[in-house]
Nanobody, 123 residues
Framework: VQLQASGGGLVQAGGSLRLSCAAS????????MGWFRQAPGKERRFVAT????????YYAESVKGRFTISRDNAKNILYLEMISLRPEDTAVYYC?????????????????WGQGTLVTVSS
């Protein structure tokens, strides 16, 4: 399975962006997916996760109410809608997929990773 993240860019504080992650290869709808991010000089951290059919989602406290994760299994695309962006949201955002249907906030649970897309929020 290959994952390709896109949609990052430079945005002012308070703005919005939508990230996408396209899956290709031996894809399956029966796997959970997630978004993680890594700010400069910091460890990769959990952002959001969604189960195999999209009806169960979990978010990091820092993004709850501002970010929305969703998926389109027919198109094999994962999304992350981000609003009210803050400078502290600046990071490289990675999409990830895990074998099995259940969502997880643990990076160690994921089997496939995209290359990352940079989001920069200016103050």
């Amino acid at each position: 399975v290959q994952l390709q993240a896109s949609g990052g860019g430079l945005v002012q504080a308070g703005g919005s962006l939508r990230l996408s992650c396209a899956a290709s290869g031996r894809t399956s709808s029966t796997y959970a997916m997630g978004w993680f991010r890594q700010a400069p000089g910091k460890e990769r951290r959990f952002v959001a996760t969604v189960n195999w059919n999209g009806d169960s989602t979990y978010y990091a406290e820092s993004v709850k109410g501002r970010f929305t994760i969703s998926r389109d299994n027919a198109k094999n695309i994962l999304y992350l809608e981000m609003i009210s962006l803050r400078p502290e949201d600046t990071a490289v955002y990675y999409c990830a997929g895990k074998n099995g249907p259940y969502a997880s906030s643990l990076s160690s649970a994921y089997d496939y990773w995209g290359q990352g897309t940079l989001v920069t929020v200016s103050s």
